[in-house]
């Protein structure tokens, strides 16, 4: 089983709709949580922590399911340029980043 | 302006070769990490380094070397070991602290002539 692990997509929508990506992993001692936005030949670019309690920025909101180790995306209101492909990230052992391979969203007009 | 530099954007090898990819940080992090990316893989650690003169083992060190001579600076050096150097290679930094994310440069693209 891969340590992240995210549904590829792509997730086709069109502009206004709501949209969420789940991501799980299987390190249970996991303490951290990101996630961060990458495009199409772009370094990622950090969108936002994931906190415990959930977290809100903007359109977007962050929550962390702990007991079924998974965390998600809700963005609301897809704007075009929204599309692109998020990375869900783990922190497991000092330091270490997992990055989870992405989900690709395509907002359409 | 505070960020993460890497050069060059792009980068041929010839067979054989060695070749050293830069990374500066001017954001007085601790922490610094180089990366590699494959198309429709996640990122993968190949060093980091949490403080000057020091550094790690990531997953994929084999066929890579890097120094940290100053906290600043953190060049990785693909080697001719290296039998499928063709990547992105992105390289971050962060504070060091458990809870802070990372911040990436804008990578380099490594292709073998």
């Known amino acids: 089983r891969k340590e992240v692990e995210q549904d590829p997509g792509p997730f086709n929508v069109p502009e206004g709709a709501t949209v969420a990506f789940n991501c799980t992993y299987s390190n249970s001692a996991s303490q951290s949580f990101f996630w961060y936005r990458q495009d199409c030949r772009k370094e990622p670019k950090l969108l936002m922590s994931v906190y415990s309690s959930g977290n809100e920025d903007g359109r977007f909101t962050a929550q962390l399911n702990r007991a079924s180790q998974y965390i998600s995306l809700l963005i609301r209101d897809s704007k075009l340029s929204d599309s692109a492909t998020y990375l869900c990230?783990?922190?497991?052992?000092?330091?270490?980043?997992?990055f989870g391979t992405g989900t690709r969203l395509l907002v359409s007009p | 302006d505070g960020g993460i530099t890497q050069s060059p954007k792009y980068l041929f090898r010839k067979e054989g070769q060695n070749v050293t990819l830069s990374c500066e940080q001017n954001?007085?992090?601790?922490?610094m990490y180089w990366y590699r990316q494959d198309p429709g893989q996640g990122l993968r650690l190949i060093y980091y380094s949490q403080i000057v003169n020091d550094f790690q083992k990531g997953d994929i060190a084999e066929g890579y070397s890097v120094s940290r001579e100053k906290k600043e600076s953190f060049p990785l050096t693909v080697t001719s070991a290296q039998k499928n150097p063709t990547a992105f290679y992105l390289c971050?930094?962060?504070?060091?602290?458990?809870?802070?994310?990372?911040?990436f440069g804008d990578g380099t693209r490594l292709s073998i002539l």
């Open positions: 990230v783990v922190r497991g052992g000092f330091q270490k980043l997992v």
């Open positions: 971050a930094s962060s504070m060091g602290r458990e809870n802070q994310p990372q911040h």
């Open positions: 954001l007085n992090h601790d922490a």
